[in-house]
């Protein structure tokens, strides 16, 4: 069975790079699905940030994409999120989680982890 | 972007009776060349992140109880639990996945009366 697990720094300075890590287990990235970042801003309700294939292809949400970079690590089998120039409105909970290609519903998630935009 | 909008914000129900859910969206979530509803129901208890139940609109999950069922078609959906039970109270989300970005409903919070 699939797990995801998010990791990095649970507090960000403004305008500093948000950076955060999804290690997947029980699942080789490499055979397939989209791999997703969601965020949820506390007491609030659910934002979808991109994903990207195994390819390297990327699709992004517009309302983010200047911001947004999302990567793929194969042989860590870990995808990671890069979101600049952070302001307090980005405090959330941060999650990864997994999709079918073509089928966007979200399938496996992980825990999450807050990130504070904070100085 | 569709625009997601879920009604009520917050219901409260009795153990054993049927609460009912209902989605709208700004347009069209119903692909004609499939005619597949690309739209999922979540369920997200405090402090967990949310767990798919329903799929292309009234497929439920592997393990899903069946007290949960999804209907409609095009713009409105409707998720029902047929009886309610403790473990049901949580947040219930609708999504879809018909265009980029993928977007969600606003949440509605299910209480026990």
């Known amino acids: 069975q699939v797990q995801l697990q998010e990791s990095g720094p649970g507090l960000v300075k403004p305008s500093a790079t948000l950076s955060l890590t999804c290690t997947v287990s029980?699942?080789?990235?490499?055979?397939?699905?989209?791999w997703a970042w969601i965020r949820q801003p506390p007491g609030k309700g659910l934002e979808w940030i991109g994903h990207i294939y195994h390819s390297g292809s990327t699709y992004y949400n517009p309302s983010l994409k200047s911001r947004v970079t999302i990567s793929v690590d194969m042989s860590k089998n870990q995808f990671s999120v890069k979101l600049s120039s952070v302001t307090a409105a980005d405090t959330a909970v941060y999650y990864c989680?997994?999709?079918?290609?073509?089928?966007?519903?979200?399938?496996?998630w992980g825990q999450g982890t807050l990130v504070t935009v904070s100085s | 972007d569709i625009v997601m909008t879920q009604s009520p914000d917050s219901l409260a129900v009795s153990l054993g009776e049927r609460a009912t859910i209902n989605c709208k969206s700004s347009?069209?979530?119903?692909?004609?060349?499939?005619?597949?509803?690309?739209l999922a129901w979540y369920q997200q208890k405090p402090g967990q992140p949310p767990k798919l139940l329903i799929h292309w609109a009234s497929t439920r999950e592997s393990g899903v109880p069946d007290r949960f069922s999804g209907s409609g078609s095009g713009t409105d959906f409707t998720l029902t639990i047929s009886s309610l039970q403790a473990e049901d109270v949580a947040v219930y989300y609708c999504?879809?996945?018909?265009?980029?970005?993928?977007?969600f409903g606003q949440g509605t919070k299910l209480e026990i009366k």
């Open positions: 029980g699942y080789s990235i490499s055979s397939g699905y989209y």
């Open positions: 989680a997994r999709s079918e290609p073509g089928y966007s519903w979200f399938d496996s």
């Open positions: 999504q879809q996945y018909y265009s980029i970005p993928y977007t």
């Open positions: 347009q069209t979530v119903l692909y004609s060349s499939d005619s597949k509803n690309y």
